[in-house]
């Protein structure tokens, strides 16, 4: 007799009639169904306490449900990837340069000479399409002259083989980073045991002082099921965080028209299991910062920790009153409920890329941030932030450009920074079709079109005359880091002249790019953007 079992068709039949796979499929709907009911209890928690919109909230979650159920059906997936694949296949072209040219995939069997290796760097280094020196890229580079960066390189030169892992090997660069962790804590007004160190960038300090603020308050609390509450502004580095920590996140709305975090909703989401509070100064979408004084004033009431995150506005936002833009609020350790800050120095502090400090009120809560470990073999291990080996060399090109600038050196670049943004905000205002997104009073500007114009057909028409501006969405707008290149002149033109195209030929909005910022803005499955994602980190290291 033929084994019916030894067709394809057959097998897979009999394997899904199998005991396990029902046990597997109740399972399976037995979680359904308390993942949905959960959701749903959390959404009433929302509701109750946040003030939602009910039936705005259960619309969601409806959505979220159908949309989680068709991964499940194998037509409408199987769809969704081939369109995903689509996209991923678009970015590639605009990633992937120089696919035609020599590519070292494996080691040369003997190494390039110095000429033949400077040729070669060349090549690589022509392969960029983007001119920062033009003036019209948002953030990325911050300064860029070239005398700033002969002096950084001379610096780095210098130290090149350093690693402040080892401090009794490179004792110059230990000083080093302790005098520009000292210059930072200066800025924000730190009390005397305040202490800080140095990281990688704004996400390592961010993780950092999240970090501190975890364990500090599971020693001195008890908590071990953490929770912080963070306006839905905040960098996603808080996300990663509470990804890498096991954090619950708790995201609070902001106000729809200063786009400053709503505090009667902070308040209402603490509860026992908050370890930490947030706000942003200024937050990268919009250049808003929130009341920091007033969220100090909670974090002292319930005895929880609180962050600002000055990453982005870190070597603007110390100077603005010495630049002659007096700013209403004090943001820095001088709110006694402040209890830690993160500052990059990497942007407007000009130093070369891969650095940051992160500052703790006190050094006792820094400690919370130290990694330990006594029992290795190979003896005592500890390192103060998530790296062991650092580039010292960064420490030292960090330090030379604090001591080159100074303060009046960051209060002229504040001056001009600050200054554009003003002019901009005017150009802003003056324009019917066009609003500006709260009220920035920093270096990042952001701005939306009233009743429905068309914003992203905007930046489409400034895309082909060389501008790099970042798409906003929730809601839909354009974001500008202004920097020390920025031409704003020149980008009050081209606004004024991509409005008056739109408004004669609305057809001219609808360019390959505003559809694609529209159509991500306007998908209701965050599933498929993740994916879309996904596919581009993975471009970054195809060759």
């Known amino acids: ?102 590519k070292y995939t494996k080691l040369p069997a003997k190494g390039l000479d110095t000429a033949s290796l400077r040729m070669e760097m060349q090549k690589y280094q022509k392969l960029s399409h983007v001119d920062f020196k033009d003036g019209k890229v948002s953030g990325a580079v911050y300064h860029g002259g070239a005398e700033l960066n002969a002096l950084l390189t001379e610096a780095y030169h210098m130290n090149i083989l350093s690693n402040p892992l080892h401090p009794e090997m490179f004792p110059g660069v230990r000083k080093m980073e302790s005098e520009v962790i000292q210059m930072v804590l200066s800025m924000y007004n730190a009390p005397e045991d305040a202490g800080g160190n140095i990281t990688s960038g704004g996400t390592e300090s961010i993780l950092m ?4 603020a975890r364990d500090f308050m599971e020693a001195k609390k008890g908590i071990t099921t953490p929770n912080m509450v963070v306006p839905e502004t905040v960098h996603p580095a808080f996300d990663k965080a509470a990804q890498y ?20 909703k902070v308040r209402a989401a603490i509860n026992r299991n908050t370890v930490l509070l947030v706000g942003s100064c200024p ?17 002292l009431r319930y005895r929880i920790p609180l962050h600002v995150d000055a990453c982005l506005g870190g070597f603007i936002v110390p100077f603005v009153d010495k630049a002659g833009f007096p700013y209403p609020d004090v943001f820095d350790f001088r709110n006694e409920g402040v209890t830690s800050i993160s500052c990059d120095t990497h942007k407007y502090g000009f130093a070369p890329k891969g650095s940051s400090v992160v500052m703790f009120r006190t050094k006792e809560l820094r400690n919370y941030e130290y990694f330990i470990t006594t029992e290795w ?25 604090m001591v080159h600038f100074g303060e009046s050196g960051y209060v002229d670049s504040t001056r001009k920074i600050v200054g554009k943004v003003r002019k901009l905000k005017a150009a802003i205002h003056g324009i019917p079709e066009l609003e500006l997104i709260g009220d920035p009073m920093m270096s990042v500007i952001a701005f939306r079109g009233k009743d429905d ?9 400034l895309s082909r005359k060389n501008w790099h501006l970042t798409p906003l969405q929730q809601p839909s707008g354009i974001h500008l880091s ?48 993740r994916d879309v994602a996904k ?9």
């Open 1 to 102: 007799m033929t084994d019916h079992h030894h067709d394809p068709i057959d097998r897979i039949l009999h394997i899904l009639q199998s005991k396990h796979v029902e046990t597997i499929k109740n399972v399976l709907l037995a979680y359904a169904v308390y993942y949905y009911s959960t959701s749903v209890i959390g959404l009433m928690f929302k509701v109750v306490f946040f003030r939602g919109d009910i039936r705005k909230a259960f619309r969601s979650l409806l959505q979220s449900l159908i949309l989680g159920v068709r991964r499940y059906v194998p037509g409408i997936d199987a769809q969704v990837q081939k369109e995903v694949a689509k996209s991923v296949a678009g970015m590639e072209k605009g990633i992937i340069i120089g696919a035609r040219d020599k």
């Open 209 to 212: 002082a999240v970090k501190a």
């Open 245 to 264: 920590f096991k954090i619950q996140m708790i995201k609070i709305p902001v106000d729809p028209v200063t786009f400053k975090v709503n505090l009667k």
């Open 283 to 299: 937050n990268y979408p919009h250049g808003i910062v929130d009341d920091i004084p007033a969220l100090s004033k909670l974090a």
């Open 377 to 401: 073999q190979g003896g005592v291990y500890a390192s103060p932030t998530m790296a062991g080996s650092r580039p010292g060399a960064l420490v030292a090109a960090c330090w030379a450009a």
């Open 453 to 461: 114009f068309p914003i992203f057909g905007i930046i489409d028409l």
């Open 482 to 529: 202004t920097t020390y290149v920025t031409d704003e002149d020149q980008l009050i033109a081209d606004i004024k002249e991509a409005v008056a195209i739109v408004k004669k030929d609305p057809k001219s909005a609808m360019g390959e790019s505003a559809a694609i910022y529209g159509t991500v803005a306007s998908i209701p499955d965050r599933t498929i953007i």
């Open 535 to 543: 596919g581009f980190l993975d471009l970054l290291t195809k060759i």
